[in-house]
């Protein structure tokens, strides 16, 4: 990290379906000059989805490469695809002294928190587990089965979020935008 000014590595982590997207697309507008980590993943890519800007979608082998390579600061299993965050995307952004936002599952986060224990890492909670399901429904963007598999991993999820130095609850949008705004000001003293 080149630790120029008051740059940070924000990890933002929860369970599928919590509102992870939704809260940092709020933080994004609301704190200027902050940079969302584009990370890399095997899954297929979504409608809609765009190639370096979403994910950067790489094939099973070329994320084999890219472990091997040593160009991940983490990388995990979820749901049966590989997702990993590139020491280059973190380089990149903490260079130009801005802070960074990493989107990621909870064996990332407990990695990044090795890594680097200088990260702010903020786990995502629903009101109750039941709007999981309703959430995930509702953005429509995957099966059935995938949405069960999710909500499987999300109990193992929820059962670490007291790792984490900060909680917020998703149930009022603006509400937890407000709390997460603010444990970004403060940590950036901006
Ligand atoms: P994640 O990134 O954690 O998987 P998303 O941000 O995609 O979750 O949110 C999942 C769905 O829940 C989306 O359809 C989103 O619009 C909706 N959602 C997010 N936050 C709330 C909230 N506080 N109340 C109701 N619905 C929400
Ligand atoms: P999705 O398939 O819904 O885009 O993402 C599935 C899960 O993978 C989400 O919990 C998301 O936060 C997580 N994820 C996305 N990028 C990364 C990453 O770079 N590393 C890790 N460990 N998880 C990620």
Redesign the pocket.
Known sequence: MSDAGTAKVFVIT????????????QLLERVPNLALSVSATTRDPREGEKDGVDYHFLTEEQFQERIAAKDFLEFATYSGNHYGTLNSELDRCLEKGRSVVL?IEVQGATQVRAARPDSVQIF?APPDES?LR???R????DSPAAIDRRLKTAEQELAQQDDFAHRIV????DQ?AAELESIVRTATGS
């Not at 509702?138 to 963007?141: E, I, N, Q």
């Open positions: 929860g369970p599928s379906g919590v509102g992870k997207g939704t809260l940092i697309k989107e995502i709007v309703e959430r995930l509702g953005r429509g963007t998703n149930d009022d949008l937890a």
